[in-house]
């Protein structure tokens, strides 16, 4: 009984030390801060701050009030671990991994979570600082596929419609084109988004002075290009 009694203090003290000495990896320290949570249209958005402090399924974090209100699956969340599979998982009290985040570029990542849609994590730093403004790019730009003519021009302004930003068609544009008629636009992220009628929104990423290339890039790519 004694020796029974010493081997469970012995392994009580061991796990107790194990618990407050345990720490993220170089990767994992790299996301240890706070971070800007949201969607992909970034009309829902707060922060989650990465702690190095153990938890029972890896390490502490903890969301802003709010964001439970703006995403539901985040009152389960009590853990983070990093990286698995090259992935950032977001734990809950079972250590079921709720969400999965993958990096898509430096500072940023991204999760398809069924029920939610794409979730995104940003760097706080970085999605404060200033980016490209809106009448740096506002005038003519050219729809324009692979190394082509011109499909369409589009005006884009700096002038406010709604919550976006107004655009105008400058020329008769291919049929293709055409039909998305599209409305407004807005910087998002460092990405220009058109917004068509009806559908999905289309996506550029600045590639070159003066040209931004349509993401995800297809076997047929898309550029805006200055005028």
């Known amino acids: 009984m004694i020796r029974a009694f010493t081997l469970g203090v012995l392994c009580c003290t061991s796990f107790g030390a194990f618990a407050q000495t345990a720490q993220p990896g170089d990767s994992a320290r790299a996301v ?25 399924v890896g390490f502490k974090l903890a969301f802003d009030p709010n964001c439970a209100t703006l995403f539901p699956l985040v009152a389960d969340i009590v853990g983070w ?13 079972r250590g079921k991994a709720l969400v999965s985040f993958s990096e898509v570029e430096s500072g940023i990542y991204e999760a398809p979570t069924p029920g939610v849609g794409v979730l995104f994590l940003q ?7 200033p980016g490209r403004q809106p009448d740096e790019l506002a005038g003519d730009w050219a ?16 002038t406010t419609a709604s919550d976006k930003l107004a655009l105008s068609v400058k020329s008769d544009c291919d049929p293709v084109i055409a039909r998305e008629n599209f409305q407004a636009w807005q910087l998002d992220r460092d990405e220009l988004v058109l917004y068509p009628a009806r559908g999905g929104p289309w996506r550029f990423e600045e590639a070159d002075k003066g040209v931004w290339r349509r993401v995800p890039e297809g076997a047929d790519p898309i550029s805006l290009v200055k005028q």
Request: hydrophobic fraction near 45%; charged fraction near 20%.
């Open 32 to 56: 240890v801060g706070t971070w800007e949570f949201s969607n992909a249209d970034r009309e829902k958005v707060c922060s989650v701050t990465f702690k190095s402090d153990p938890s029972p």
């Open 81 to 93: 671990k990093f990286p698995d599979n090259d992935l950032l998982y977001l734990l809950d009290a």
């Open 123 to 129: 760097n706080a730093a970085d999605a404060a600082a």
């Open 143 to 158: 729809i324009v596929r692979g190394s082509g003519a011109p499909l369409c021009t589009l005006a884009l302004t700096a």
